[in-house]
């Protein structure tokens, strides 16, 4: 019914940036808050960064002052900049949306994921 698709991700050096999109698509009402969540290999996924239908945001303390979340709600996307990477936030980074479904009720999705590597 929902899909989320992300792109952007890939292999940059430490101190480099990426910048990670994320479209939503299918019987979509609304979109209420989205969000991008990391997993690291060995360890759980992890709020990244999260922003509300109205613009407001909020973001893992290990990624404030470095990354900036927004989102295009007419084309029904979600963005990540990330600068100043270091090699600890490799990790597949998802993208997550709540959606309000069309005739259906308020469900999460989830995309497949993109790889992000900071190398040293």
């Known amino acids: 019914q929902v899909q989320l698709v992300e792109s952007g991700g890939g292999l940059v050096q430490a101190g480099g940036s990426l910048r990670l999109s994320c479209a939503a698509s299918?019987?979509?009402?609304?979109?209420?808050?989205m969000g991008w969540y990391r997993q690291a290999p060995g360890k759980q996924r992890e709020l990244v960064a999260v922003?509300?239908?109205?613009?407001?945001?909020d973001y893992a303390d290990s990624v404030k002052g470095r990354s900036t979340i927004s989102r295009n709600n007419a084309m029904k996307s979600v963005y990540l900049q990330m600068n100043s990477l270091k090699p600890e936030d490799t990790g597949v980074y998802y993208c997550?949306?709540?959606?309000?479904?069309?005739?259906?009720?308020?469900?999460?999705?989830w995309g497949q994921g993109t790889q992000v590597t900071v190398s040293s």
């Open positions: 922003i509300t239908s109205g613009g407001s945001t």
């Open positions: 997550a949306a709540n959606v309000w479904v069309i005739g259906g009720p308020v469900q999460d999705y």
């Open positions: 299918g019987s979509i009402s609304s979109i209420n808050s």
